[in-house]
């Protein structure tokens, strides 16, 4: 199955910013919006952020995330250990119709 | 507040096809795409397709022979049925509903906005 690339893991002391990075085609990323998903362990995925760079009501500030061409990225700043998570992004796309997640990014919190 | 509960049997035996099913509370299932995830323990997401009541559907192309997802707004619940089950199915079965754009008139739905999720089902396929 086709996926969105994501870094498998990424880590950071608390007080830094982190980035993950997902990197797409011309088929999901470059033509559609992304959104990204917090999933804290044993629990369901959270809407992070929609529409490349909208955050949800409730969602902090230290979220953000922007996209360019075929990329997105989300960064975290101020990390915490709370947001030791996975991290997921996801596109429509196109060719496939259908919804394309990324791998998935584990954030350590050191 | 809209809530998801997903409900279904835990086991299920090769070759069966899997029934699950979707209550949804504090809102109607009409006038809103949703949707089924599915997730195998320590691994990613994967979407399996999603529907929009008494309309479009659209399906993981690489499900799309063995899937089929309804609604009944009676009930106000949908469910998905997943046939020919194998061990690979096994996973953690999430229900979500999409975040709509909308204006004074019509609502456009990306897909992957998933803003409402369900607590999610575990499904282990085993003889």
């Known amino acids: 199955q086709s996926l969105l690339t994501q870094p498998p893991s990424t880590s950071g002391t608390p007080g830094q910013r982190v980035t993950i990075s997902c990197s797409g085609s011309?088929?999901?990323?470059?033509?559609?919006?992304v959104t990204w998903f917090q999933q804290l362990p044993g629990t369901a995925p959270k809407l992070l952020i929609y529409?490349?760079?909208q955050r949800p009501s409730g969602v902090s500030d230290r979220f953000s995330a922007s996209k360019s061409g075929t990329s997105a990225s989300l960064a975290i700043s101020g990390l915490q250990s709370e947001d030791e998570a996975a991290y997921y992004c996801?596109?429509?796309?196109?060719?496939?119709?259908?919804?394309?997640f990324g791998g998935g990014t584990k954030l350590t919190v050191l | 507040q809209v809530q998801l509960q997903e409900s279904g049997p835990g086991l299920v035996k090769p070759s069966e096809t899997l029934s699950l099913t979707c209550s949804v509370s504090?809102?109607?299932?009409?006038?809103?795409?949703w949707s089924w995830i599915r997730q195998p323990a320590g691994k990613g997401l994967e979407w399996i397709g999603r529907?929009?009541?008494?309309?479009?559907?659209n399906y993981n192309p690489s499900l799309k022979s063995r899937v089929a997802m309804a609604g009944d707004t009676s009930k106000n619940q949908f469910s998905l049925k997943l046939k020919s089950m194998t061990a690979a199915d096994t996973a953690v079965y999430y229900c979500?509903?999409?975040?709509?754009?909308?204006?004074?008139?019509?609502?456009?739905?990306?897909?992957?906005?998933?803003?409402?999720w369900g607590q999610g089902a575990m499904v282990t396929v085993s003889s």
């Open positions: 996801a596109a429509w796309d196109d060719r496939l119709s259908g919804v394309l």
């Open positions: 011309s088929s999901n990323i470059a033509s559609n919006a």
């Open positions: 529907f929009y009541p008494g309309a479009d559907t």
């Open positions: 529409n490349n760079d």
């Open positions: 979500a509903r999409e975040k709509g754009d909308c204006s004074s008139t019509s609502c456009y739905f990306s897909g992957n906005t998933l803003e409402i």
């Open positions: 504090g809102g109607s299932i009409s006038a809103y795409y």
